[in-house]
């Protein structure tokens, strides 16, 4: 089964989180780009400020059919301030086309499961109830969740 992984990441862990995915699935990483000050200071406090305000601008890529006729889909970004990061949730502003197979990935620095901000991602991508997958940046760089991808996998069908 053809899968593509939409991924918006600005330090690198929930990119780390898409590729081991795609790499058990054969799936597609396709990478949503913001431009902006990356990663540091300066980089977390500017998209922390466009967070709030909802002025981020439009995404560079992929266009809204990249995950048009993939058997399944997952939308992957950190958690800012609650919610999903922001290049993501214009991403989906666009209102692409995605498959009735879609799971949603969110990483964060805290141990807490970000409900809201799963229950506002489905909202916007047009889904009530999909599988949710939320690993933190310690367990990423430690090399763990493997036991909550397979079973996000699973939840997933692929």
């Known amino acids: 089964m053809a899968g593509t992984i939409l991924c918006y990441s600005l330090g690198g862990t929930t990119l780390a989180i898409c590729e081991r995915l795609a790499k058990q699935t054969d799936a597609t990483v396709r ?12 980089g977390y406090a500017v998209w922390g400020l466009r967070t709030m305000t909802g002025l981020g601008g439009r995404p560079v890529a992929p ?44 990483t964060s620095d805290a141990d807490k499961h970000p409900g809201p901000a799963f229950t506002e991602l489905g909202r916007l991508a ?33």
């Not at 990478?31 to 300066?42: K, S, V």
């Not at 939320?134 to 991808?149: M, P, Y």
């Open 126 to 158: 047009g889904v009530e109830d999909a599988p949710r997958l939320h690993l933190t940046r310690k367990t990423v760089e430690s090399g763990g969740g493997d036991a909550e991808i397979a079973a996000f996998r699973e939840a997933l069908g692929v």
């Open 31 to 42: 990478r949503i780009e913001a431009g902006g000050p990356g990663p540091g200071p300066l």
């Open 63 to 106: 266009p809204a059919d990249a995950a048009a006729g993939a058997d399944w889909a997952a939308l992957a970004a950190p958690l800012w301030i609650g919610r999903a990061a922001l290049p993501l949730r214009n991403w989906l502003a666009q209102a692409p086309e995605l498959p009735d197979r879609l799971g949603l990935i969110l």
